[in-house]
């Protein structure tokens, strides 16, 4: 079955410390790879996604993820967080039959 | 200003009444879709239009309804609700539905709340 699996329901990092939210799938074929951020209160917006080419894929607000394929995983990075990136972030994926699944969330605490 | 709205923004409903929540996009996108967001668990897919014809309907209760009268609107008609249906719902809109690498817009959402 296909699935998004966000292990963490949280993360705390300390402002301009790097940042780590993970996220691994399962989907046959080859994967689509998408992060969202939702702020409180507010819809989820495109942060940035992986069709092919470059593992490592930059994206808005200084954030970048990195498409491992070996480990199936698309963790979402950022080299100095910032209060203000304190949000819920989403992995998702889409399938070849052009479905998208979405992880759980994991909210992103960064602290002064 | 994500080119897709939601309107209203919150609404509280009781269990007999019925009510619409209405979505537009500005994207000049082919498919929309509306979502349901209940706390601490993953996105619900609830409809995906393409081109104003439904493609799928993942098992939503008939109490919801969707309408696409054209590809730049979509609405949610809702009519006897249960307090369980209470959660964020979420419109999106993509260029097509039929290609993998398409992004997926969403609206703010607009907060539902049965009592």
């Known amino acids: 079955a296909q699935s998004v699996a966000q292990p963490e329901d949280q993360v705390n990092v300390a402002e301009g410390n790097p940042l780590t939210v993970k996220c691994t799938y399962s989907?046959?074929?080859?994967?689509?790879l998408f992060w969202y951020v939702q702020y409180p209160n507010r819809g989820l917006q495109f942060l940035l996604k992986?069709?092919?080419?470059?593992?490592l894929v930059k994206g808005s607000y200084g954030f970048e993820a990195e498409f491992n394929k070996s480990q199936t995983s698309f963790h979402l990075k950022k080299p100095s967080a910032l209060v203000s990136d304190s949000a819920l972030y989403f992995c998702?994926?889409?399938?070849?039959?052009?479905?998208?699944?979405f992880g759980s969330g994991t909210k992103l605490n960064v602290k002064p | 200003e994500t080119g897709v709205t939601q309107t209203p923004r919150h609404l509280v409903m009781g269990m007999t009444n019925k009510k619409s929540l209405k979505c537009e996009q500005h994207?000049?996108?082919?498919?929309m879709y509306w979502y349901k967001q209940s706390a601490k668990k993953p996105l619900e897919l609830m409809f995906v239009?393409?081109?104003?014809?439904?493609?799928e309907n993942n098992s939503v209760p008939s109490r919801f309804s969707p309408e696409c009268p054209n590809s730049s609107h979509l609405f949610l008609h809702l009519h006897t609700l249960q307090p369980e249906d209470s959660a964020l719902y979420l419109c999106?809109?993509?260029?097509?539905?039929?290609?993998?690498?398409?992004?997926?817009?969403f609206g703010e959402g607009s907060w539902l709340t049965v009592v």
């Open positions: 999106a809109s993509s260029p097509d539905v039929g290609r993998g690498q398409n992004t997926i817009y």
């Open positions: 989907v046959s074929g080859n994967p689509y």
């Open positions: 992986y069709i092919t080419g470059d593992n």
């Open positions: 998702a994926v889409r399938d070849n039959f052009n479905k998208f699944y």
């Open positions: 994207l000049g996108h082919n498919a």
């Open positions: 239009y393409s081109l104003e014809e439904r493609v």
